[in-house]
């Protein structure tokens, strides 16, 4: 991290999701960043940005030269995404809760245009601890997004410890049917079954689509797995060193 700060537990547990979206599932142009059929990505959990602008960047939405100067203050690589700043990003985000119902929004505008886009929302667990989510829920049955995908980061940790030790948002399967979603529950770092079920989803008709995937904070870093210290704070230069050989 460039400032010595960052969020990157949250953000290796969606790698394998985002990599996944961008490379196999969304309907892009990186050339026409702002094509009006193309599919939308909304980052409820804007903090882990860094998942989102290596993607972006790999795509070709912007040289990857730019990602050394990550919360620069001259960079438009913050640690939140800015939709007016970095080309790709379909929604600025980081306060949490709000993303769902923006991606509402995208999705009603999709089915009132007539238009054959889908989106797609990336929300944290521990975001689900925020009444703006339920209410968003409650919206998407009712007005039937059969476009809208809901992904859940299940990696079971935030800031302050565990969902259970904060403030439990289990059984989130249950949850989410009750509110009248298409639920898929899948392994967030088995690519096959992340690519499996945004197909699914693509075919669920009449009621939104929310996929749990069980992943890992930090994962690929052994000394970030699992551990809720990782969510806010970027490694010095040795660990730095360390997490890179691990993940090569």
Not at 111 to 123: G, T
Not at 181 to 196: A, C, T
Not at 216 to 227: A, D, L, T, W, Y
Not at 228 to 240: D, R, S
Request: glycine share 10%; with cysteine; charged share 20%.
């Amino acid at each position: 991290m460039q400032l010595g700060s960052g969020h990157p537990g949250g953000s290796l547990s969606i790698a394998d999701i985002v990599t996944v979206l961008y490379f196999d599932t969304l309907n892009i142009d990186e050339k026409n960043p702002n094509w009006e059929d193309r599919d939308r990505l909304v980052l409820s959990k804007g903090h882990c940005s860094p998942a989102l602008y290596a993607a972006l960047s790999e795509r070709g939405y912007f040289p990857k030269e730019e990602l050394k100067g990550f919360r620069n203050i001259t960079s438009n690589l913050q640690g939140h995404p800015n939709m007016n700043d970095v080309p790709g990003v379909d929604m600025s985000s980081g306060s949490l809760g709000q993303g769902l119902s923006v991606a509402n929004g995208m999705a009603i505008s999709a089915k009132l245009d007539q238009k054959s886009y889908r989106v797609y929302c990336i929300l944290g667990d521990g975001e689900l601890e925020e009444g703006q989510i339920w209410e968003a829920a409650m919206a998407a049955n009712q007005y039937k997004l059969d476009n809208l995908c809901v992904i859940i980061d299940n990696n079971n940790l935030q800031i302050d410890g565990t969902i259970e030790e904060v403030m439990s948002s289990y059984p989130i399967d249950q949850k989410f049917q009750s509110f009248g979603f298409h639920v898929i529950q899948i392994d967030g770092h088995d690519m096959q079954q992340i690519k499996q079920a945004l197909e699914q989803a693509k075919n669920i008709k009449g009621k939104p689509t929310c996929i749990i995937a069980k992943t890992i904070k930090g994962k690929g870093v052994s000394f970030m797995e699992n551990q809720a210290g990782w969510h806010g704070k970027a490694p010095n230069q040795e660990q730095y060193n360390q997490a890179i050989q691990e993940l090569a």
